[in-house]
């Protein structure tokens, strides 16, 4: 939503075949629609599987219906093609996965990507489960860009961070500096979650 709201034509992929969520949280529709598992199985074709959502900007290329087995179907050329197509249509792609350390799947798809963000349950997700993550996505040459830490607490948090990702704003416990912007390159981004 951030790279839409700046302007910038945006597709998500829900690559979580297995448990898919984003058709949930960004369509209003209800029942099953057709989306990747149907486009990489040669059913259906891009332009009918891309949903427009209620942010200017955003469409989201759903999971379809649930997979017999997902790591077959992005270990194929199809993905591939399907990116490529998508990158000469969008702005920015990102492609939001199951987590790694649960199914191999994501080392298919981080494969792809120009940059990997890690996402990490902030204070919760032990410190080894995420080096095993690290390690499971250098194996697979992800190029990890950085680490998402979600479920920050709001109230009554010492020091905490936030971080504006092109707002180039920094602060740390109330004091703000101000950040030199770095352009963003037309990228494909996984989104991985570590559990």
């Known amino acids: 939503m951030s790279l839409a709201q700046q302007g910038f034509n945006t597709v998500i ?3 979580d075949l297995r448990e898919p969520r984003l058709k949930q ?8 629609v057709a989306g990747l598992t149907e486009l990489l199985s040669g059913q259906i074709s891009l332009g009918n599987t891309l949903k427009s959502t209620a942010q200017n900007n955003l469409v989201l290329l759903p999971a379809g219906h649930t997979a ?12 591939s093609r399907v990116l490529n197509e998508l990158l000469r ?4 792609v990102v492609i939001d996965s199951p987590p790694v350390n649960a199914v191999s ?3 298919l798809i981080a494969e792809y ?3 990997t963000l890690l996402v990490v349950q902030a204070g919760r997700t032990p410190k080894r489960v995420v080096h095993r993550a690290i390690t499971q996505l ?5 190029r990890i860009a950085g680490f998402v830490f979600n479920r920050l607490p709001v109230r009554g948090c010492g020091a905490g961070y936030y971080y504006y990702y092109y707002g180039a704003r920094y602060a740390r416990n109330g004091s703000q500096k101000n950040l030199k912007a770095t352009p963003a390159a037309k990228l494909t981004v996984a989104s991985v979650d570590v559990q």
């Open 68 to 79: 017999a087995d997902p790591a077959q179907l992005l270990d194929n050329i199809e993905f």
């Open 13 to 15: 992929i829900d690559a």
């Open 113 to 115: 990507a120009q940059a």
């Open 89 to 92: 249509n969008f702005d920015r």
């Open 105 to 107: 799947d994501v080392l």
């Open 138 to 142: 250098h194996k697979a040459r992800a």
């Open 25 to 32: 949280d960004l369509l209003a529709e209800a029942g099953p």
